[in-house]
């Protein structure tokens, strides 16, 4: 085939040789010129190699050990990009055969193209020399969204000087502005596995501000016709459930189904792209893992639904972090929930329930992408009012358990050529509560904000949000909400808030500021201040542990990436941390000192102390009284091998004690075998023994309230197994298991006496708990759940998926803690198995 074809060129002179790196890296820009004739050695001769590579780790802006050239071409609809990657030892090049997208610790090539030339968003594509492909999008200049995945290919091949890939990159995964000169950011990356080297043209330097930010340009490139706009992805599925039925006659033991769905996208224009779904299915997602909680707040579980997860960054309004994982405005798991009416349904002798686990989601669409110097992300969902059957007698009914909702998020940012932005972001929620949801779930809720990030002299950034919120809904549903976990404003000691329970509209804001060195290769800080009103919530599409809190904080780094002989890179923190609410109580204080270190040898370790004072926890009684809690000293460590090695291990532990004798020990060690290169198996352990000596157990209420606590002696284990298997970089398999057992015994029950007392004798006084009139807190919690994929890509964007799920649930008490005996009762129990095949076939126009 005749292709027109533009080769690339330096527009200076390119170094003929990796030497004089100072001229490399000022070598920062390239130019088209024309070529013609078909894709072969003859186009890729008349372009002019760039080889001016400039490593990046482990010695920044040092000398590469190896040679790497690239050679760039395109036509009409696709970006030709060759790179050789010269290697004097071309037999110790290290390679692994993996599914798509998971990295592994070999050579990589990667390719990044700011199309947009922004310098804050990018693409990147990268293989192995195996031809496993990986690819992956970056926002907000030094943010990565690794779920985003694009229909592209690449060839790959060796010899006796190293291995080269050819990448093949349709313009329509790209979003670009056509035009007769038309210039990308680009750049590309080497990694040697077996050296843990990373090269980069032009050099991406650790100690720089912005990732994206610091690429090079390919200029020239004219491009007038627009790309491809549309892409289709049809699927089907079929499935088969086979569960117990435990005596329920509306559980059936082996139910089939079927369904039919479209995913879709649309360039809108240049910039926006518009993605949509329609009755979605996420069979093949991994379960979540097994939890016991004996906290008053909800379990924050990460997101693994394809379409939420992809360009997730669009949407991110983070209120809360802790050590890099956040929460905030938008929390997608909202969308599709488990019911949350399914606490209301009739109970008793001969009353039976059948209740989704999720509520079905209709179909959602996004919209995501750029308008000039503003990246705009706007959604909406929309979830089936669910139905739970119920049979009382011989009477069978329908009862509502969750209303038809939709949910709607806007998110704009406007970015600035020194990397600052300032956004604001908007969500609503309406329900159709008239189905007997009124006491139950509000009608409406509004959430907005605005954030900031100013950068100033390059590495410095004032940084902060305000966001506020209002909940709309009948007088039951507001009362429950002010009296739930976030909230508890029945507290009797209560005085920054009261219960209204007339209310019908609950409203509260929140803010933060905070002034951080970012940029600088040996000391960064962050100091920080912020609140949450006691009627802030934002829990009906985003994510909020809890409202009414003062806090500040401090943090220090100095660090080191310079390699010497015994490290590559060492750096010690210092933290600082305290918290009221807003009647004053200090809800917690406390320091942390912790050290992180990266020996030559590619094995790292780091440890840390926490020492946290005597707080007060005003949800401790679940909505009576706060309780004084003690403080405690702690240590955690970590140890991790070289993960390129055949065996590798992970191993974290910590261990936490009170000034009353209270214990927390956890010890995660993780081995990661790979026998050959198409073979990965993980096995991990999680062991955790707690004991606390005052741990909530309940409110009972007789002629008094007697809020009660008990010595709980806690042991917890789970097993994780992962085994990957790849035939082919289109066809793998992946198995996920996870035994989970967890039981805790309670004893030496004792109620307040003086909540507030600091004298610990004198807070609580011993109490009769009567286990037969009152629930029994013991617990003994026993699971098991696997996942199991065969994922095919029979063609570029077009997949099979084969899954089998199993789950088996067990919580019968026998007391106390008995490893083999709790294993056993796991595989006791019938198991609930889901049979699931799902084809989908992608259509480009």
Do not use: C
């Given at each position: 085939?005749?292709?027109?074809?533009?080769?690339?060129?330096?527009?200076?002179?390119?170094?003929?040789?990796?030497?004089?790196?100072?001229?490399?890296?000022?070598?920062?820009?390239?130019?088209?010129?024309?070529?013609?004739?078909?894709?072969?050695?003859?186009?890729?001769q008349t372009a002019a190699p760039v080889d001016a590579f400039v490593q990046r780790e482990p010695h920044d802006a040092g000398e590469p050990s190896q040679r790497t050239e690239f050679r760039v071409a395109y036509d009409a609809t696709t970006l030709f990009v060759k790179v050789r990657a010269y290697d004097t030892e071309p037999d110790k090049i290290v390679t692994y055969l993996t599914r798509r997208d998971l990295d592994s610790p070999c050579d990589w090539i990667h390719i990044l193209i700011d199309s947009y030339h922004d310098h804050r968003t990018a693409y990147e594509f990268a293989v192995n020399p195996s031809g496993v492909k990986m690819d992956r999008y970056w926002f907000n200049d030094n943010s990565l969204d690794d779920s985003w995945d694009a229909v592209w290919d690449v060839s790959v091949s060796r010899d006796r000087e190293g291995w080269t890939a050819e990448f093949r990159i349709p313009f329509s995964q790209l979003r670009f502005n056509p035009s007769a000169a038309s210039t990308f950011g680009f750049a590309v990356s080497r990694q040697i596995g077996r050296m843990n080297e990373t090269s980069t043209w032009p050099l991406l330097s650790r100690g720089a501000n912005g990732y994206v930010s610091s690429f090079g340009e390919l200029g020239g490139l004219s491009m007038t016709a627009s790309p491809k706009k549309l892409e289709i992805v049809p699927y089907a599925l079929t499935n088969l459930t086979k569960q117990p039925t435990g005596g329920n006659p509306l559980v059936k033991g082996s139910a089939p189904d079927g369904a039919i769905g479209l995913d879709m996208k649309y360039a809108l224009t240049s910039g926006l792209t518009l993605t949509t779904t329609v009755n979605p299915d996420f069979g093949q997602v991994e379960a979540d893992p097994a939890v016991v909680n004996l906290s008053a707040f909800e379990t924050y579980f990460n997101e693994r639904r394809p379409f939420f997860v992809e360009g997730s960054g669009n949407f991110n309004f983070n209120l809360d972090c802790n050590d890099g994982a956040c929460s905030g405005m938008f929390y997608s798991r909202r969308v599709g929930r488990p019911p949350q009416g399914a606490d209301n349904l009739p109970s008793g002798d001969n009353i039976y329930t059948d209740v989704p686990s999720q509520t079905k989601i209709l179909g959602a669409a996004k919209l995501t992408g750029r308008v000039g110097q503003y990246s705009i992300g706007v959604m909406e969902a929309v979830s089936e009012k669910a139905q739970a059957r119920v049979q009382n007698g011989s009477v069978l009914s329908t009862q509502p358990v969750e209303p038809l909702t939709s949910y709607s998020v806007g998110r704009v940012r406007r970015e600035f050529s020194n990397q600052s932005a300032i956004g604001f972001m908007l969500t609503g929620t309406k329900r159709r509560t008239r189905d007997s949801f009124g006491d139950v779930l509000p009608t409406s809720a509004?959430?907005?904000?605005?954030?900031?990030?100013?950068?100033?002299?390059?590495?410095?950034?004032?940084?902060?949000?305000?966001?506020?919120?209002?909940?709309?809904?009948?007088?039951?549903?507001?009362?429950?909400?002010?009296?739930?976990?976030?909230?508890?404003?029945?507290?009797?000691?209560?005085?920054?808030?009261?219960?209204?329970?007339?209310?019908?509209?609950?409203?509260?804001?929140?803010?933060?500021?905070?002034?951080?060195?970012?940029?600088?290769?040996?000391?960064?800080?962050?100091?920080?201040?912020?609140?949450?009103?006691?009627?802030?919530?934002?829990?009906?599409?985003?994510?909020?542990?809890?409202?009414?809190?003062?806090?500040?904080?401090?943090?220090?780094?100095?660090?080191?990436?310079?390699?010497?002989?015994?490290?590559?890179?060492?750096?010690?923190?210092?933290?600082?941390?305290?918290?009221?609410?807003?009647?004053?109580?200090?809800?917690?204080?406390?320091?942390?000192?912790?050290?992180?270190?990266?020996?030559?040898?590619?094995?790292?370790?780091?440890?840390?102390?926490?020492?946290?004072?005597?707080?007060?926890?005003?949800?401790?009684?679940?909505?009576?009284?706060?309780?004084?809690?003690?403080?405690?000293?702690?240590?955690?460590?970590?140890?991790?091998?070289?993960?390129?090695?055949?065996?590798?291990?992970?191993?974290?532990?910590?261990?936490?004690?009170?000034?009353?004798?209270?214990?927390?020990?956890?010890?995660?060690?993780?081995?990661?075998?790979?026998?050959?290169?198409?073979?990965?198996?993980?096995?991990?352990?999680?062991?955790?023994?707690?004991?606390?000596?005052?741990?909530?157990?309940?409110?009972?209420?007789?002629?008094?309230?007697?809020?009660?606590?008990?010595?709980?002696?806690?042991?917890?284990?789970?097993?994780?197994?992962?085994?990957?298997?790849?035939?082919?970089?289109?066809?793998?398999?992946?198995?996920?298991?996870?035994?989970?057992?967890?039981?805790?015994?309670?004893?030496?029950?004792?109620?307040?006496?003086?909540?507030?007392?600091?004298?610990?004798?004198?807070?609580?006084?011993?109490?009769?708990?009567?286990?037969?009139?009152?629930?029994?807190?013991?617990?003994?919690?026993?699971?098991?759940?696997?996942?199991?994929?065969?994922?095919?890509?029979?063609?570029?964007?077009?997949?099979?998926?084969?899954?089998?799920?199993?789950?088996?649930?067990?919580?019968?008490?026998?007391?106390?803690?008995?490893?083999?005996?709790?294993?056993?009762?796991?595989?006791?129990?019938?198991?609930?198995?889901?049979?699931?095949?799902?084809?989908?076939?992608?259509?480009?126009?």
């Open positions: 085939m005749i292709l027109g074809m533009l080769a690339l060129t330096l527009t200076t002179a390119t170094a003929a040789s990796a030497t004089a790196r100072v001229d490399a890296v000022a070598i920062t820009s390239a130019r088209a010129v024309r070529a013609s004739g078909e894709l072969g050695d003859e186009v890729w509004t959430t907005g904000g605005i954030d900031w990030d100013l950068r100033f002299k390059t590495r410095y950034s004032l940084r902060g949000y305000w966001a506020g919120s209002t909940v709309r809904g009948d007088a039951a549903a507001i009362d429950e909400l002010q009296e739930n976990s976030r909230h508890y404003f029945q507290r009797p000691d209560l005085k920054g808030a009261t219960l209204d329970t007339a209310r019908t509209s609950l409203s509260g804001d929140a803010a933060m500021i905070a002034i951080s060195k970012i940029g600088g290769q040996y000391v960064h800080f962050n100091s920080n201040v912020g609140f949450k009103s006691p009627g802030f919530d934002i829990n009906d599409v985003g994510f909020l542990r809890r409202a009414d809190t003062r806090n500040i904080g401090n943090w220090i780094q100095f660090r080191s990436d310079h390699p010497n002989r015994w490290f590559r890179s060492r750096m010690i923190n210092f933290n600082e941390y305290a918290g009221w609410n807003s009647d004053g109580d200090r809800l917690y204080s406390g320091g942390n000192i912790n050290a992180h270190a990266v020996f030559t040898s590619n094995w790292s370790t780091g440890g840390g102390y926490n020492i946290n004072g005597l707080n007060f926890d005003d949800r401790a009684t679940r909505g009576g009284p706060g309780v004084y809690m003690e403080g405690g000293r702690g240590v955690w460590y970590y140890l991790n091998s070289d993960n390129r090695r055949v065996v590798s291990l992970e191993y974290f532990g910590s261990w936490f004690v009170d000034s009353r004798g209270s214990t927390s020990r956890d010890f995660n060690p993780e081995f990661t075998i790979r026998p050959v290169p198409a073979l990965m198996l993980t096995t991990g352990l999680r062991f955790g023994r707690n004991v606390a000596d005052s741990q909530w157990v309940g409110e009972v209420t007789d002629s008094a309230n007697h809020y009660v606590f008990g010595h709980l002696d806690q042991t917890t284990v789970a097993f994780t197994e992962r085994f990957n298997y790849t035939l082919t970089r289109n066809l793998s398999i992946q198995l996920y298991a996870q035994p989970f057992v967890s039981a805790g015994d309670y004893s030496a029950f004792k109620q307040i006496a003086n909540a507030r007392s600091i004298d610990y004798a004198q807070r609580y006084t011993p109490y009769v708990y009567d286990l037969v009139a009152n629930d029994d807190p013991n617990f003994n919690v026993k699971s098991f759940r696997t996942t199991n994929v065969l994922r095919w890509e029979y063609k570029p964007g077009s997949t099979l998926f084969v899954v089998w799920q199993q789950a088996r649930e067990n919580d019968a008490v026998p007391g106390g803690f008995r490893f083999g005996r709790d294993v056993h009762g796991i595989f006791g129990v019938a198991p609930k198995n889901v049979f699931l095949v799902k084809l989908a076939y992608w259509l480009n126009y």
